[in-house]
């Protein structure tokens, strides 16, 4: 037990259902700590949590509830599950997104919307609603999955970019306001990793390629690597760090943001790259 360095604390991952946000629940929970995870299909939570429960350490639990992080009510209810295996929430990872591609011409606001409200308002609900329940106690460290999208543009992504960027800016005021409860805010920035939500750009060769060519580590990430950075950022060993953007990202972020039109092409027609006047290079 002695090398548990999170026994005795509760974590809440959303999105935690598969990728990076199941990757971070798992780092978490084989350093000792109990774990919740949030996500909207209960079906997929339940597999995820009897996966966790079979490798769990002696004195650690795992918990599961379905809900949109857009939802206030529903995600409140979740940060109180989340509170009761030790009375308390230590941690929390803001993981929960959602992509969205086209020209911003050809952009129907509700996908705008729709964009911003998972990654921006699921985050900021996130950030509020597990930030009171630390503020009660013995203070506490949130960490938020951001993307390389929220740095470098991405050309045909702006909503998915704005919302990354905007997301950044929360961490830096949120850890701003709340150090003075103990409350650590800090985000990674991952590269390009496989994942359910990346499986359009990492299925496209060319596409692969264009990343592999900006990074100075030129191979993808892995979801290892960002719970890696996650579980830092949670644990004891970052207690002097907050406000930061931790990029891991093979170097990418050091270049310039990929060219992603043949996905656009492939989704959304010519029209999806249509209205600039140009032809896109």
């Avoid at 999105?15 to 079906?43: E, F, H, K, Q, Y």
């Avoid at 990354?164 to 961490?171: N, S, T, W, Y």
């Amino acid at each position: 037990m002695g090398d548990l360095v999170l026994s005795g604390k509760s974590a809440l991952v959303t999105g935690g259902g598969s990728g990076i946000g199941l990757a971070c629940a798992r780092r978490l929970l084989a350093d000792g700590a109990s774990i919740t995870i949030v996500g909207r299909t209960a079906s997929k939570l339940e597999d995820a949590a009897r996966a966790l429960e079979a490798s769990a350490p002696a004195g650690a639990t795992v918990q599961w509830q379905a809900c949109d992080v857009t939802d206030e009510p529903g995600l409140a209810a979740a940060v109180e599950l989340a509170c009761k295996p030790t009375g308390r929430l230590d941690v929390a990872v803001a993981n929960a997104g959602a992509g969205a591609g086209g020209s911003i011409f050809a952009t129907p606001l509700d996908m705008w919307r729709y964009t911003m409200e998972v990654n921006l308002t699921g985050g900021f609900l996130t950030l509020k609603h597990a930030g009171q329940a630390m503020a009660g106690g013995a203070g506490g460290a949130i960490v938020a999955i951001s993307s390389i999208a929220g740095v470098l543009t991405h050309r045909f992504m702006a909503p998915y970019c704005t919302a990354k960027a905007g997301l950044e800016m929360l961490v830096r005021c949120a850890a701003d306001e709340l150090g003075q409860a103990g409350i650590r805010v800090n985000a990674v920035r991952p590269g390009l990793v496989p994942t359910d939500l990346a499986m359009p750009l990492t299925d496209a060769p060319s596409i692969v390629d264009d990343y592999l060519d900006q990074m100075p580590i030129a191979r993808l990430g892995t979801v290892e690597d960002i719970a890696d950075g996650v579980r830092y950022l949670a644990g004891p060993e970052s207690s002097w760090v907050t406000g930061q953007i931790f990029a891991i990202d093979g170097g990418h972020s050091l270049r310039r943001g990929p060219r992603v039109e043949p996905l656009i092409e492939r989704f959304f027609g010519p029209e999806g790259l249509s209205g600039l006047g140009t032809k896109p290079r």
